[in-house]
């Protein structure tokens, strides 16, 4: 079965700083890894996601994640953050096999901007 | 490309009645759609994966008789809620994947489901 901790429940950052966000997971097999984020009462946007190659993985509004297979991790960073980044974010896996596109969430990390 | 949406965004009910919460992939087929459910403050739980044509499987602990989902057309799928009570209350969000991206999936900006 597959699991993803994301390490901090709240980062608080001020506005232009840069920021971290991070996640690990654990799986069996080889893995599919996504960053979504969540504005308040709305669903999940991806942002970026790791299939294979570069592992190093750039998404939108500035946002790029690198994959460390021997950490198991994927942390989502951005040199500099705006007001408008403040949200809830999520780092989900996705196995292959028969469970093939099904997602399993971290808990979340909520990102506050402060000007 | 790859728009989900869910139709009601809101929907209030008395005790003991049923709710039909629609998702649809606006611009291309879904071959499959998820179902989740979201409580405040915490993270997505899966509830049940539909497949067009086909019976929806559902994850453990998540009652088929209660969560009613059918997934008629490649790009509607419905998730009715019956006989609701207020532990049912809670966001439900779908989500969509597709020929071509099935390895990504496109979520819906979800249903706020209040039942009093």
């Known amino acids: 079965a597959q699991s993803v901790t994301q390490l901090d429940s709240q980062v608080p950052v001020f506005e232009e700083a840069p920021v971290e966000l991070r996640c690990n997971y654990s799986s069996s097999v080889s893995v599919y890894l996504f960053w979504y984020v969540q504005y308040p009462n709305q669903g999940l946007q991806l942002l970026l996601k790791y299939l294979s190659g570069s592992t190093l993985v750039k998404g939108i509004n500035g946002f790029e994640a690198e994959f460390n297979k021997s950490q198991t991790s994927f942390h989502l960073r951005k040199p500099s953050v705006h007001i408008s980044d403040t949200a809830e974010y999520f780092c989900?896996?996705?196995?292959?096999?028969?469970?093939?596109?099904?997602?399993?969430f971290g808990q979340g990390t909520i990102l506050t901007v402060h000007p | 490309g790859a728009v989900v949406s869910q139709h009601p965004s809101r929907v209030i009910c008395k005790s003991g009645t049923s709710v039909k919460i629609e998702c649809r992939s606006l611009d291309f087929q879904a071959t499959t759609m998820f179902w989740y459910r979201q409580f405040p403050k915490q993270s997505l739980m899966l509830m049940a994966t539909s497949n067009e044509g086909s019976k929806a499987t559902y994850e453990q602990g998540v009652e088929k008789d209660k969560f009613l989902i059918n997934h008629a057309s490649l790009t509607l799928s419905t998730l009715t809620v019956t006989s609701a009570h207020p532990e049912d209350s809670s966001f439900y969000i779908c989500?969509?994947?597709?020929?071509?991206?099935?390895?990504?999936?496109?979520f819906g900006p979800g249903t706020r489901l209040t039942v009093l």
């Open positions: 989500s969509a994947r597709g020929w071509g991206f099935t390895d990504t999936q496109y």
């Open positions: 989900a896996v996705s196995e292959g096999g028969t469970s093939y596109g099904k997602l399993t």
